[in-house]
């Protein structure tokens, strides 16, 4: 599903910022500044939003001057084949969709087919600097209904990882790899798809992209602004918070949506965030009965009558700032130099078919599962997959 949240500027220290933005300068002139590559996975519900988007890319190419950009597009919607699209402007300011490539009906979610597709869009159009935008369904770090690992737990529940095809879902760990075998290190690295923004999730990504763009909660079908984003990335500076702050600037609740909460998140701290993750488990004794009882911020909601996402997406430093109040100015501290950018709202969510409605009393920008809150054993296995599972736990 996609997601919402209101605006709250976290400014990272100076040092911070021109260090993870130093690849944001172009090092080589002969070579455009960015190329960006959109991967549209929507062949599933969110068919007809993805036209809406590519439009909005449209619209936002026309804008500025800016020669910085190749966007590149690769849509897979509902009944019709892939096609990869370049969006570009001529010197008559009249912004075409260009067909690159044509493929015959394809799985976009198939290993070797992300793979080929992503080689191919960044070999064929190089530039200085390198973005993704992934952009489906999504649930974070939970399995797919795929999954197959459910050793007699009983009815594997339809959570949706990252991407859909028909029948066909991406794992968390099968994402990690597709992309570490494309050979393409990312700048950025932009999740239109819902509940990405977990610490587990950046964890896993750490080493394929500098910085990762996503919401704790869910995002709406609308998805992204990117009549404003795209000019963002079309500038010679790349200024990564200031698309959260456009994200933001819709979702704040003055164009009749139901909120938002977006994150830039620099991965290249997260080792140090792990690190003193497993000092605080290790030094701490919560008891399961005491984490029950606390009121611990939560980003997933009961979307539907049928379907939930809680007890699964817990604010980290609202977690922290519980379990080891000694430690948790150290943990703040680290968090503000990792989430370079939070935004959200008050309320989150839509009461349509059993939906329901949180409040956001605290986001430091990044959830975390808690083990001790969802002993469901399906869970547990996938999580154990994980890398932030086994550097912590």
Known sequence: MKKYSRFCFILASLGVLVTVFSGCEKDDDILPARTVLAYIIAENSLSGYDEENITDMMEGMGKGDGEELNLLVYQDNKGQSPVLWKIEKNNRNKVSKVAVKRYDEQNSVDPEVMRNVIREAFSTYPASEKGLILWSHGSGWLPSPNYTENQG?????????????????????????ILEQTGVHFNFLLFDA?????????????????????????????GFPYATVIPLMNKRQLDLPSIGQAYMDLYDGRNNYYGGTISVINTRRLTELAALYRQILANTRALDNEIAAAEI???????????????????????????????????DALLKQIVLYEGHTDRFGFTNSGGEIIDIRKSCG????????????????????????EDVY
């Open 297 to 331: 911020q939560e980003f997933g909601r009961m979307v539907t009558s049928r379907t939930s996402y809680r007890n699964f997406f817990y604010d980290l430093q609202d977690y922290v700032s519980l379990i080891s109040p000694a430690m948790a100015e150290e943990s």
């Open 153 to 177: 737990v009983g009815v594997i529940p339809r959570k949706r990882a990252f991407g859909q095809d028909g029948d066909h879902w991406l794992e968390l760990w099968s994402l990690r790899s």
């Open 366 to 389: 990044l959830t975390v599962f808690i083990p001790q809150k969802n002993n469901n054993q399906y869970y547990q296995l996938a999580y154990h997959r994980l890398q932030w599972y």
């Open 194 to 222: 819902c509940h990405m923004a977990n610490v587990e999730v950046a964890y896993e990504l750490r080493n394929v992209t500098d910085c990762l763009i996503a919401s704790s909660a869910e995002i709406m079908g609308n």
